[in-house]
């Protein structure tokens, strides 16, 4: 297979840990014999120094040019620290989620069974853990309209029928193929939007009578995904709801710089970590690049390249089980950089069939399988 690949590292990390997914992909090119072509492009801080804008107009001919987006983080201090700047990072991200449309997000949550002591939460509340969180990414507050004075503020939450029912029928197929299940998230007795949002819900599940739909309150949502996680299967959610949740969801994997991301429609496809840019962290060789490898192995999934994003998800079982990951994890060994975690992830995968690390070797650099 032929793909045409965006590759947007950004700011902080962002460009450590996009180094390694594409250092996956590349193995993954050679391994089954596609031929994947990598194109990079400015956004968010990185941009805005350069050009002047978080999303130039060139990145944006390159990623509707793409077959996929491979993203990695955006964000700097610099901007966090003015609530004035007119431009903003993240007003990058933004803006390619709406000039692309990309209203699906979808984030798995995954309690790995080699991490679960790692989880603040007590291992017999997460355990096998398995939550699809789909979260409406295009509308909402993030995108309503904004008012700002010295004495006063407003962003308004906007949703349409239209917006909901797309999103939701993509929710409900993924029930459908999972353990048939889909609780909406909203806050109906105090929001309006909510309300249009359980109404257009009910009456799309006529159309899917093999799915169970329950309803939670986003505050209740809240504390049931730390008491009781195993509960969920789908979850459906707006923008803002879906950010929070998701983020709330890094609690039971043990780190966020594990949880993936796909941002989709039906013309274009982007993947990312959900994890921010972390500028403190930048070049320090501490960055958890396996979201953003299993970020690229949800891109691969997404073109039917099943096979091949098996054997990455093996590859990042396996470094885990070996304990070679960076520090947020606090595994055995504390010298485990970014690029080391790459390059194991991309020697399993030349050698899927070695299973003895040479640690010597690792420790040296050489990431090793023998």
């Keep these: 297979m032929k793909l045409n690949i965006a590759v947007l590292p950004g700011d902080g990390i962002g460009p450590e840990v996009t180094a390694q997914a594409v250092k996956v992909l590349k193995a993954i090119a050679m391994e089954f014999g596609h031929i994947f072509t990598f194109n990079k492009a400015l956004v968010g801080a990185a941009a805005i120094e350069q050009t002047g804008s978080a999303l130039p107009e060139e990145t944006i001919s390159i990623c509707k040019k793409a077959d996929a987006i491979l993203f990695g983080a955006i964000g700097s201090a610099k901007y966090d620290i003015d609530p004035d700047a007119e431009i903003r990072p993240e007003h990058g991200l933004l803006g390619l989620r709406k000039s692309l449309d990309l209203y699906a997000n979808i984030r798995p949550v995954i309690a790995y069974e080699d991490l679960l002591n790692k989880s603040s939460l007590k291992i ?24 700002l004075t010295n004495d006063a503020a407003s962003d308004i939450c906007e949703y349409s029928r239209f917006e909901i029912e797309r999103i ?83 609690v039971i994997v043990g780190t966020i710089g594990l949880l993936a991301s796909a941002s ?32 690229a192995a949800m891109l691969l999934e997404h073109f039917g390249l099943d096979q091949e994003a098996a054997l990455v998800r093996k590859a990042v079982d396996k470094s885990l089980k070996l304990h070679i990951t960076t520090p947020d994890l606090n595994m055995k060994y504390d010298n485990i950089s970014t690029t080391k975690v790459g390059d194991f992830i991309e020697d399993f995968i030349n050698n899927p069939e070695e299973t003895n690390l040479n640690f010597k070797n690792i420790h040296l650099g050489q990431s090793t399988i023998i």
């Design 168 to 250: 939701a029928h993509l929710a409900f197929k993924a029930a459908q193929t999972r353990k048939r299940k889909l609780t909406l998230v909203d806050k109906a007795n105090a929001l309006a939007t909510s309300r249009l949002w359980r109404k257009v819900v009910q009456e799309l599940a006529t159309q899917y009578p093999d799915v169970k739909l329950e309803f939670l309150y986003i505050d209740n949502a809240a504390m049931e995904l730390i008491i009781n996680p195993r509960q969920f299967d789908v979850i459906l959610t707006e923008n803002m709801f879906g950010d929070i949740l998701s983020e709330e969801a890094s």
């Design 124 to 147: 017999k509340q997460i355990r096998d853990t398995n939550i699809l969180i789909y979260r409406e990414l295009t509308g909402g507050l993030y995108f309503g309209e904004k008012k």
């Design 264 to 295: 989709i429609n039906e013309k274009h496809a982007m993947f990312e970590p959900i994890h921010g840019a972390y500028g403190k962290f930048a070049n320090k060789g501490v960055a958890n690049p396996i979201a953003s490898i299993l970020s």
